[in-house]
């Protein structure tokens, strides 16, 4: 049985995923009943590990203390439940379908024609059909990495149904399921699921090994 997260971290973690965001977002990414979450950010803000800006967008996010201290907790977290290698592993495996995933997400947005990149239309049901087989078989191959994050540590776990859902929909004829950001799109999720091995394995984006 894989092993849950602490509460408070969980919505650090969901803040640092999102950037900017309210309790229900953050909640519903990490999978926190809203009201404990909006508790926790609210101590966090007088704790001065977030801040609060109300206005036309109002939300949470962390401060430079805040971070630190999340990635603090995140890798006491792999070293005391001791899954740090197998998250390294995972994210090994990981990175070498992120390229595969790019050029997918780039074929469902841009078309070939006449030796020009052009924006697709959608109107070519062959071509899209085509495209969403690739997707497809890319998701085939990143759902036992999912499946081994989440054996590792319960947080992962939200990750492969998550994806399986974005897949399904397109699948059935919703294309916004694809890229479309602002929605949970199979892009989005992925990106998420990216930025989420990242900050768990203490990788900075700039740095990470092209594969």
Request: net charge negative.
């Amino acid at each position: 049985m894989s092993t849950p997260s602490d509460p408070r971290m969980l919505v650090m973690h969901g803040l640092r995923l999102k950037g900017f965001a309210d309790p229900p977002a953050v909640a519903e990414t990490v999978a926190v009943p809203e009201h404990d979450a909006q508790a926790i950010l609210d101590k966090l803000v007088i704790d001065e590990l977030a801040t609060y800006r109300d206005g036309r967008l109002s939300g949470f996010t962390l401060t430079p203390s805040g971070r630190a201290e999340h990635a603090r907790l995140l890798s006491e977290e792999l070293d005391e439940v001791g899954v740090r290698a197998e998250i390294q592993a995972a994210y090994a495996r990981f990175l070498g379908l992120n390229s595969g995933l790019l050029e997918v997400c780039t074929a469902w947005q841009l078309r070939d024609v006449d030796g020009e990149p052009t924006m697709n239309d959608h109107s070519d049901p062959a071509y899209d059909a085509e495209v969403v087989e690739r997707l497809a078989e890319v998701h085939g191959r990143v759902h036992p990495i999912c499946e081994e994050l989440a054996s590792a540590l319960a947080r992962f776990g939200l990750y492969g149904p998550r994806l399986a859902t974005a897949v399904d929909r397109v699948r059935a004829g919703e294309p916004e399921w694809f890229t479309k950001p602002m929605i949970p799109s199979y892009h989005t999720i992925w990106f998420e699921l990216h930025e989420d091995l990242l900050a768990t394995l203490g990788i900075e984006r700039g740095s990470e090994a092209v594969t």
